[in-house]
């Protein structure tokens, strides 16, 4: 080691002088940490000779506290850049600001969460939804749970434990992760009997596979994957009508469920959770935070007699849903009593929305606050955003991006450069440049882009 360097690793500070110089307002044993680490950091920069002068204490609080304030905590904020809306690695939605305050108010306080107001008694948290729900769909009850694959476990465990669910041949899907229905139906207790073929299940396939052991018919959205060709499946009145015949429920798991008609968006029809009802399913099953863009959350809804049974059962209690996330659906159910208000608050059917040139005029305008910037190429660019989280998995969304590219950087090493800054921005490369999918960025956040930049390209 020089004599150099010797010096300026003595003139560094000792953690505890650090810590008294740094702002209070940072708890105690991040900023301790903190400061180990910026100490370790400049040694090892010391060390391989890559700091070659002596740095004044105040700077090296300057940095602590930069740490303290962007990586204090492992579970951040960052800006999807990526174009697909509905991302499940990204937290899928994002929530309204009006949903925000409402989460604020009851989850960082005392609330009547399972306390009834009106006679002064022992409540229940699902009763919060019953009206809402019932206003939306038109179901008779309705029952949430951590997410849509615990509803689906609780529906199955309770309403055919030990008896047969029949499922078409082209409805055993598997689900992002580890969501495989056939799965899901064993370590329910029930056991699956497949029927029909892969691409034609016929009513009469149904009609012949019941028996006494039969305890539901289950329809399962085929949300991630199409069967296309020569294809065919019962409707579903006419399934109701084979399940009530035979005193057994109809199931059916939505997947993302949608509380609106998404054509207006040009997107292909599908059903909602009201007219799969009416077409006389006893249970719908859906998730909380794919199309309907709220929390993760599974809702149960349909008719009270079999939801009776599902709040006796001991699982509800392993899945129950915790009284942000309750808040949080509330809230973001409320902004879909008018279409209009879901439609321009609820942030995923806003992004799903935009039109190409709504997408152009805000590249425009982030194009125009990163042109300033030296040695980064910014273009604008036409290409196309996905729905994501299995909805709609064909269709694109035609959009605008911003492309970024650089002498100085690789695409890939932009890439992770974007991606460990203060806050992480989410590109994707293509063809030698970082696109950013201005569908999936807020204007609010133009200014977090650009100030990464610019500390990127120094
Ligand atoms: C997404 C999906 C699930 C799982 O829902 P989660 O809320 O992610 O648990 C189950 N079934 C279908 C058909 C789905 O699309």
């Given at each position: 080691?020089?004599?150099?360097?010797?010096?300026?690793?003595a003139?560094?500070?000792?953690?505890?002088?650090?810590?008294?110089?740094?702002?209070?307002?940072?708890?105690?044993?991040?900023?301790?940490?903190?400061?180990?680490?910026?100490?370790?950091?400049?040694?090892?920069?010391i060390?391989?000779?890559?700091?070659?002068?002596?740095?004044?204490?105040?700077?090296?609080?300057?940095?602590?506290?930069?740490?303290?304030t962007?990586?204090?905590?492992?579970?951040?904020?960052?800006?999807?850049?990526?174009?697909?809306?509905?991302?499940?690695?990204?937290?899928?939605?994002?929530?309204?600001?009006?949903?925000?305050?409402?989460?604020?108010?009851?989850?960082?306080?005392?609330?009547?969460?399972?306390?009834?107001?009106n006679?002064?008694?022992?409540?229940?948290?699902?009763?919060?939804?019953?009206?809402?729900?019932?206003?939306?769909?038109?179901a008779?009850?309705?029952?949430?749970?951590?997410?849509?694959?615990?509803?689906?476990?609780?529906v199955?465990?309770?309403?055919?434990?030990?008896?047969?669910?029949?499922?078409?041949?082209?409805?055993?899907?598997?689900?992002?992760?580890?969501?495989?229905?056939?799965?899901?139906?064993?370590?329910?207790?029930?056991?699956?009997?497949?029927?029909?073929?892969?691409?034609?299940?016929?009513?009469?396939?149904?009609?012949?596979?019941?028996?006494?052991?039969?305890?539901?018919?289950?329809?399962?959205?085929?949300?991630?994957?199409?069967?296309?060709?020569?294809?065919?499946?019962?409707?579903?009145?006419?399934?109701?009508?084979?399940?009530?015949?035979?005193?057994?429920?109809?199931?059916?798991?939505l997947?993302?469920?949608?509380?609106?008609?998404?054509?207006?968006?040009?997107?292909?029809?599908?059903?909602?959770?009201?007219?799969?009802?009416?077409?006389?399913?006893?249970?719908?099953?859906?998730s909380?935070?794919?199309?309907?863009?709220?929390?993760?959350?599974?809702?149960?809804?349909?008719?009270?007699?079999?939801?009776?049974?599902?709040?006796?059962?001991?699982?509800?209690?392993?899945?129950?849903?915790?009284?942000?996330?309750?808040?949080?659906l509330?809230?973001?159910?409320?902004?879909?009593?008018?279409?209009?208000?879901?439609?321009?608050?609820?942030?995923?059917?806003?992004?799903?929305?935009?039109?190409?040139?709504?997408?152009?005029s805000?590249?425009?305008?982030l194009?125009?606050?990163?042109?300033?910037?030296?040695?980064?190429?910014?273009?604008?660019?036409?290409?196309?955003?996905?729905?994501?989280?299995g909805?709609?998995?064909?269709?694109?969304?035609?959009?605008?991006?911003?492309?970024?590219?650089?002498?100085?950087?690789?695409?890939?090493?932009?890439?992770?450069?974007?991606?460990?800054?203060?806050?992480?921005?989410?590109?994707?490369?293509?063809?030698?440049?970082?696109?950013?999918?201005?569908?999936?960025?807020?204007?609010?956040?133009?200014?977090?882009?650009?100030a990464?930049?610019?500390?990127?390209?120094?």
């Amino acid at each position: 080691m020089t004599k150099e360097a010797q010096n300026i690793l003595a003139s560094l500070p000792s953690v505890d002088t650090l810590l008294k110089k740094i702002d209070p307002k940072f708890p105690h044993g991040a900023a301790k940490e903190a400061a180990q680490r910026t100490l370790k950091e400049l040694r090892q920069e010391i060390l391989a000779g890559t700091q070659q002068t002596v740095i004044d204490h105040k700077a090296v609080v300057t940095l602590v506290e930069k740490q303290l304030t962007e990586k204090q905590f492992s579970l951040r904020r960052v800006i999807n850049g990526t174009g697909t809306v509905i991302h499940t690695n990204l937290g899928r939605s994002s929530l309204s600001p009006q949903v925000e305050e409402q989460v604020v108010a009851t989850g960082f306080h005392y609330s009547n969460l399972e306390f009834d107001l009106n006679s002064g008694k022992r409540g229940s948290r699902y009763s919060h939804l019953v009206s809402i729900v019932k206003k939306l769909t038109g179901a008779e009850d309705v029952l949430v749970v951590n997410n849509n694959a615990a509803a689906v476990l609780l529906v199955l465990s309770t309403l055919v434990p030990e008896k047969e669910v029949l499922v078409s041949r082209g409805e055993l899907v598997e689900i992002g992760g580890a969501f495989r229905i056939p799965d899901v139906i064993t370590s329910s207790g029930g056991k699956i009997v497949e029927v029909g073929t892969t691409n034609k299940t016929h009513i009469a396939d149904y009609e012949q596979a019941l028996t006494e052991a039969t305890g539901a018919l289950l329809k399962v959205h085929t949300s991630n994957y199409r069967i296309i060709g020569f294809t065919e499946t019962p409707a579903l009145s006419e399934l109701a009508d084979l399940a009530h015949n035979h005193d057994l429920p109809l199931i059916n798991d939505l997947g993302s469920g949608l509380l609106l008609d998404m054509r207006p968006f040009g997107l292909p029809y599908e059903p909602t959770v009201k007219e799969v009802l009416e077409q006389g399913c006893d249970i719908v099953t859906f998730s909380g935070d794919k199309l309907l863009g709220g929390p993760q959350a599974g809702i149960i809804v349909g008719k009270r007699a079999y939801i009776e049974k599902m709040k006796k059962n001991q699982l509800l209690r392993a899945l129950r849903i915790d009284k942000m996330t309750l808040s949080a659906l509330e809230a973001t159910l409320a902004l879909y009593l008018d279409e209009k208000e879901a439609l321009q608050q609820v942030p995923t059917l806003q992004m799903i929305g935009l039109s190409q040139d709504e997408c152009l005029s805000k590249a425009e305008q982030l194009a125009a606050m990163l042109q300033g910037i030296s040695e980064v190429k910014v273009a604008i660019e036409k290409d196309d955003s996905k729905i994501g989280g299995g909805s709609y998995p064909e269709h694109l969304l035609p959009t605008y991006v911003v492309a970024l590219s650089s002498d100085k950087f690789s695409a890939d090493a932009l890439q992770e450069k974007l991606r460990l800054g203060a806050t992480p921005i989410i590109s994707r490369v293509k063809e030698g440049a970082n696109l950013l999918d201005l569908r999936t960025i807020a204007v609010e956040e133009f200014g977090l882009i650009q100030a990464s930049l610019q500390t990127i390209f120094g």
